[in-house]
């Protein structure tokens, strides 16, 4: 089945540490985002990516840092110079084509302890 | 700076009644406009969608009107089943922007009671 995998589901972290989300596609997109999730709040982005080794900050991206070296692949790592990375991180994907959707994984519930 | 607004964080309706929600934005450069659906702790799934040179679109229950003038869309699902259940987003696309770069309203919490 073709879709957006990202793991974990739900992940701790400590204050001060980095720690990075995976996200994975097997529709052969070009284009990739990760979005951030708070409650009472729609989603924001915090980075994209339309081709491999290529990305461009979101409207959130201070604190966040990706990388794109595969097609499929599009991790984000939440640094520790993110101030509130409690959030839901959702991570999709689309065609490289005017007036198309966006397609999202599962998200990865990230909560600092 | 809010550009999608959806200015009801809730609605609740009765089970085969009409559910309509609204969304409004303020940038002239949205020309594709989209309808999310979201269950707690998932990813959102796509709905419906409007391009801005149409005025209406319709999937099975589920028809989308875009008032250009009136910088205005809503969502209509008409009947209203206890599934439809679910925090639905607007969310828009400007003209030259990257594809899949969607700005997002704060949503809409949709409560259908049996």
């Known amino acids: 089945d073709g879709g957006i995998t990202q793991s974990p589901k739900y992940l701790f972290r400590k204050e001060g540490q980095n720690v990075t989300l995976s996200c994975e596609q097997n529709l052969n997109h070009d284009a990739m985002y990760w979005y951030r999730q708070d409650p009472g709040q729609g989603l924001r982005l915090i980075y994209y990516s339309q081709i491999v080794n290529d990305f461009q900050k979101g409207d959130i991206a201070e604190g966040y840092s990706v990388s794109r070296e595969k097609k499929e692949s599009f991790p984000l790592t939440v640094t520790s110079a993110q101030k509130n990375p409690t959030a839901f991180y959702l991570c999709?994907?689309?065609?490289?084509?005017?007036?198309?959707?966006?397609?999202f994984g599962q998200g990865t519930r990230l909560t600092v302890v | 700076d809010q550009q999608v607004k959806q200015n009801s964080p809730s609605l609740s309706v009765q089970e085969g009644r009409i559910s309509i929600l609204n969304c409004d934005y303020t940038?002239?450069?949205?020309?594709?406009f989209l309808w999310y659906k979201k269950y707690p702790a998932e990813g959102p799934t796509f709905l419906i969608s409007i391009s801005s040179i149409k005025d209406k679109n319709e999937d099975g229950r589920f028809t989308v009107f875009l008032n250009k003038s009136a910088k205005h869309l809503s969502l209509h699902i008409v009947p209203s089943q206890p599934g439809d259940s679910a925090v639905y987003f607007c969310a828009a696309s400007a003209v030259g922007t990257s594809y899949g770069k969607l700005t997002f309203g704060q949503g809409t919490i949709l409560t259908v009671h049996p």
């Open positions: 999709a994907s689309s065609i490289l084509q005017a007036n198309t959707e966006a397609f």
């Open positions: 940038n002239s450069m949205f020309d594709y």
